[in-house]
């Protein structure tokens, strides 16, 4: 079974439209986190929930709204979206700040 | 600003070398760090997790220290193999914060 899985897998679409990516983990961590992972391969914080509440927004445009309707469950709203959102946004997990945290596989988002 | 600086950015050696690779923080109040492998495309891979309170996490070739008052981690990667290529990345849990940061990854060739 995957801990943490990301759907979809591939995005492509086009400027202005609005998109979700949603993420799911069974392994019954409290926390749970948005990165993204940028043309130069650096991977960035974006958003952290802890048992449904935000609890880490890291300057992000407010085109991004994360959703958490329950503790295994962190979704991802983009509004309007533009070239530069063009990346690869990972999903993760983690127990508490002490546990190690499990990433999903990614999704690749390419704006045209 | 606590920030996570990997060295080298890339590695190349032939296989059965002994792989060094390595990962500085600029504050030594951690939780844990971690350690990835990311291959291309693909999601992140945990490889170690290394909690305040230890020196070294091992686990089959892998070896990772950690060195707080330094500020430094390790991996070693004993007898390299091919299939050992990858990017390989350390993220570090700040006590003061609630998410990994991470380096910006070694990305290490294995020659056949």
């Known amino acids: 079974d995957t801990a943490v899985s990301q759907t979809p897998k591939y995005l492509v679409t086009q400027m202005g439209n609005d998109k979700s990516i949603k993420c799911e983990q069974n392994?019954?961590?409290?926390?749970m986190y948005w990165y993204k992972q940028d043309s130069k391969k650096f991977l960035k914080i974006m958003f952290s929930?802890?048992?449904?509440?935000?609890?880490i927004n890291e300057t992000v445009p407010n085109r991004f709204s994360p959703k958490s309707p329950d503790k295994a469950h962190l979704n991802l709203h983009i509004n309007s979206l533009e070239l530069g959102d063009s990346a690869v946004y990972f999903c993760?997990?983690?127990?508490?700040?002490?546990?190690?945290?499990?990433f999903g596989s990614g999704t690749r988002l390419t704006v045209v | 600003k606590q920030e996570v600086t990997q060295i080298p950015a890339a590695l190349s050696v032939p296989e059965g070398e002994n792989l060094v690779l390595n990962c500085s923080f600029t504050?030594?109040?951690?939780?844990?760090l971690q350690w990835f492998r990311q291959d291309p495309g693909k999601g992140l891979t945990s490889l170690l997790l290394i909690q305040s309170s230890q020196r070294e996490q091992t686990s089959g070739r892998l070896n990772a220290s950690l060195d707080k008052s330094s500020g430094r981690s390790t991996l070693y990667i004993a007898a390299s193999q091919p299939g050992d290529s990858a990017t390989y990345l350390c993220?570090?849990?700040?006590?003061?914060?609630?998410?990994?940061?991470f380096g910006a990854g070694t990305t290490v060739t294995v020659r056949a």
């Open positions: 392994l019954g961590h409290d926390t």
């Open positions: 993760a997990s983690s127990q508490s700040v002490l546990g190690g945290y499990t």
């Open positions: 929930y802890n048992n449904k509440e935000l609890i």
């Open positions: 504050d030594s109040a951690i939780y844990n």
């Open positions: 993220a570090v849990s700040f006590s003061n914060d609630y998410k990994l940061s």
